[in-house]
């Protein structure tokens, strides 16, 4: 396929490495020159505005840094929108905001051409080593057309609809989802050091209980299928453990921000009558905080 | 090994099973008498007290449900510390306070009895494979001597140490890991569904993403070695994705006090010049709120 | 009437010299002898225990540190219980926990003696001046009686009833209200400093604005008789305000917590269809929270 | 004076109507045409563009409900920018982000008008009464020009400097105080009414206590000196008050999430050795967290 690629950081060039790799064409763009010329040595074409990237391609990657990077790649003077060619994609790559996503979902169709939102998971090592996780979402047709895009840069996709812009919500979704779980370490591991407990043991714990073994896999399933009963551990014991975590922070001076925020919800929600359902039904309280699922 | 069990709750029935799997000679009492019967045609002795399951025995284990419990247990009138010997062994599996822990401790040594700390993870169906993970601490010869026990109910065990409560505070630092993953989950989720994604997929990409990757354990490698440079994600950047995430929500109507927490820290974070360090030094700034390590 | 005092720290000294003052006989008890032996140029006399303290006077005053300074005084070998007579009443200044001094009511009732909660509200200068208001929870008649005692030491009293323990609830919260305003003060003056602001000009706003208007009373009325309804200022314009606010703080890199969790408890307010409400509804979602309300 | 003013809200209409009362010669513009016809009566002259209420005027009046009204009124094809002469001054009054008046700003003066960014505090019938507080900033020739329309509509004004958009940040961290005062009411009545507590007496605590003293207002004298030592209430006692309150709202079933916030800034300030500090030291917390004042 001949494809445009924009944006060569440290994730970028790992894509369009193996890009170039799987045998596409590829016409280069980089703000900074020095960065798109290492491509060419890999046969990549090297040109000097977003526009001449998007002339004559399939399909155009742009992998930025932010909005603000993104809107003057493809709303500039010389921009994707003006070189792109009726009925070319753009797959955009970058981590943005829902609601940019949904203006170049809306400018491009304006203009003919395609829009296929697909953010990826994975630090710059995934990307070299092909093992980027794929989230996109587009039209079908569009979504089906840069599949060998795809296919030469990461492991698998998750397709989630004909709405661009959902696959940007599910990729912050998702990275919320891993700072919080570094947030909970970092409480978690300064308890342990300020009790005295090696943090080298805490990770062994960690590794045995957590990610060897498909304790948050289980939970995410039962939050997906909101199913909250019968419990496997009541939210009423969940709030006393945490309780007890929370005391134990406050002996060692500890303070756990992110456990007062639990406590606190688990302690509405045996307050509103959801004491014995699983503790997992703490989805169920951040559902209906959004309006949702009151009334089941 | 005699060895005496009180507490016949999903949890510790599953436990005693199998250690009469093991071979073990086992004396047994539980409040509501019935539920030890049950354990009598699997080979167990059934006693009317709890000083009366430590009478005779070389280790007692006690599976409860909360500190009273235990306390009752232990301390009263036919309570376990009047049964045990002089040399015999409470093994303490029940998730407890951190601070009844240490008393029972000093109890113990106090009557010439020995104590461990031995909180397990897993929930009833683990418990019954022999699968639990144990988290032993107490004087090392009688963490070693309870071993056969460990053997007997788990699939391994973590030992942190001489004092016994540090057991304690890592099972309930570990419990509150898994609670803060379901509270993100549950706004994560939460957002999805409200953006019109199937949670089905959402689960999809979770699983694809985080469980079946080594993502998390990195993470939690950076944060025991208080490893934040170079950084693989900037700071700086997971603020602007959590910005991102709160501005998806507040689009949604989705309230994610998550997210507004992780927020608070990242931007101080960046304001006290973390902003080039990786996300993971989160778990440095808990650890400077903590009164640790602010001159490092 | 002749009235025992226990505790003489900086509060305690100021009350007693002006119960002294007021023409009441004092007999005083305090762990440092020292610090009684003042009281005694003023004519009080000095005692050797609590018990003696509680020997022979009316009602006995107890201002002491904290929970375990009161049940040391209280139920010790040498504790008031053992000393009051019966009909004669303890009375209980100390901020102390809300247990506690049930527990208290309850021992005291056994012995046939009253006890009167009335902790108070001002620091010592306050104290010095006369001028403390004065919480008090007890059985009526008991509360009658110990009359004089207010009318010596404060400016007014409010009563809450025959639990003695509820005065010990409202102290508390009446804490957690000033608590509640100098973090936020906190967090303001942080933003205006960081945005260039003279602290003193926003301290003459503070002052001009809201301590010589009746601005915080009227929201007071409004939560105590839950009227939300016509709106003064809805909650989807306050959740603008605080939205514009966090997005100030973070261009000034100033982390505001208290802002954030304003944040979302409007975005959940509005996502639940209050946003039409005045703002004050925050009250409304506050005891939906605690099970309170969610039907009205 | 000749004055322009656009936005006749029930905020607006009550300011107009001050102004043509004080003797200044109005033209008004609203978008909905109907109540600018009510001013008419007053004395108004009614026009059809913002850009018409701009001309001829020494100073035109904006009060408008958010960014998008003022961005449309101001830079609109028949906005306030083309009609305003050169030395002429715009008052914005609305309640608006610090950056967008920040563009006004810098807008105005690239065209030679003037620009005081004047927000008020009062609610409706505050401004009919002629009591609104004003905070005005930008050139102090500008903000002394304009002087006589905030003595026709307020009661005074604080000039808090040059940079315009300081004024906007003052509003908005006004407006936040004023939420955490509700909240905190919200959460403290719900556990006043929870634990059997009439409202109608927390409420007459909360007036003979707070809003009736100098409490606030001496709380706010402290942080705007930091001025935390000698202590007259210990950080560390503080952390016991609010400890017992979350004890309290435990029991009641009353989750308090700001009182959890305060709990974790008191267990960080004592954990950072600020215990022995005057608990208004929260505020040198906040301030740390945003980068300043680490040093000292």
Redesign the interface.
């Known amino acids: 396929m001949k494809i445009g690629f924009i944006g060569l950081g440290s994730m970028g060039r790992a894509m369009a490495r193996n890009l170039l790799s799987a045998g596409h064409e590829l016409v280069v763009y980089n703000r900074t020159h020095a960065r798109a010329e290492l491509l060419q040595d890999h046969g990549a074409r090297v040109v000097e505005t977003p526009a001449e990237a998007a002339q004559g391609v399939e399909a155009v990657v742009t992998m930025l840094?932010?909005d603000r990077a993104v809107e003057d790649v493809v709303f500039g003077d010389v921009g994707v929108i003006r070189g792109l060619a009726k009925g070319a994609i753009h797959v955009s790559s970058s981590?943005?905001?829902?609601?940019l996503s949904a203006r170049l979902a809306a400018a491009h169709h304006a203009a003919g051409q395609g829009y296929v939102a697909a953010p990826v998971?994975g630090?710059?090592?995934v990307a070299e080593a092909k093992q980027l996780?794929i989230?996109a979402a587009g039209w079908p047709g569009d979504v089906a057309f840069v599949q060998p895009i795809f296919d030469a840069v990461g492991r698998?996709v998750?397709?989630?609809?004909a709405?661009a812009q959902?696959a940007?919500?599910?990729k912050?979704?998702?990275?919320?989802?891993?700072?919080?779980?570094?947030?909970?370490?970092?409480?978690?591991?300064?308890?342990?050091?300020?009790?005295?407990?090696?943090?080298?043991?805490?990770?062994?714990?960690?590794?045995?209980?957590?990610?060897k073994?498909?304790?948050?896999?289980r939970?995410?399933?039962l939050?997906?299928?909101e199913s909250y009963e019968p419990a496997?551990?009541k939210m009423y014991?969940?709030l006393?453990?945490?309780?007890?975590?929370l005391?134990?922070?406050?002996?060692?001076?500890?303070?756990?921000?992110?456990?007062?925020?639990?406590?606190?919800?688990?302690?509405?929600a045996?307050?509103?009558?959801m004491g014995d359902l699983d503790?997992?039904a703490?989805?169920?309280?951040?559902?209906?905080?959004?309006?949702?699922g009151?009334g089941r």
Not at 282 to 292: I, M, N, V, Y
């Open positions: 840094a932010d981590t943005i905001s829902v609601g998971f630090r710059p090592d996780w989230v698998g998750t397709k989630v609809g709405e959902a940007n919500t599910v912050l979704a998702g990275n919320f989802l891993i700072a919080s779980m570094i947030e909970a370490l970092g409480e978690a591991f300064t308890l342990a050091r300020k009790s005295g407990v090696d943090p080298q043991l805490f990770l062994e714990i960690f590794r045995s209980v957590m990610t073994s498909p304790i948050f896999e939970y995410a399933g939050v997906a299928d496997g551990f014991l969940g006393d453990n945490i309780r007890l975590a005391a134990a922070g406050e002996a060692a001076e500890v303070p756990m921000p992110m456990a007062s925020l639990l406590r606190d919800q688990m302690l509405s045996v307050a509103r009558g503790w997992a703490l989805a169920k309280l951040s559902a209906e905080r959004a309006g949702l009151g």
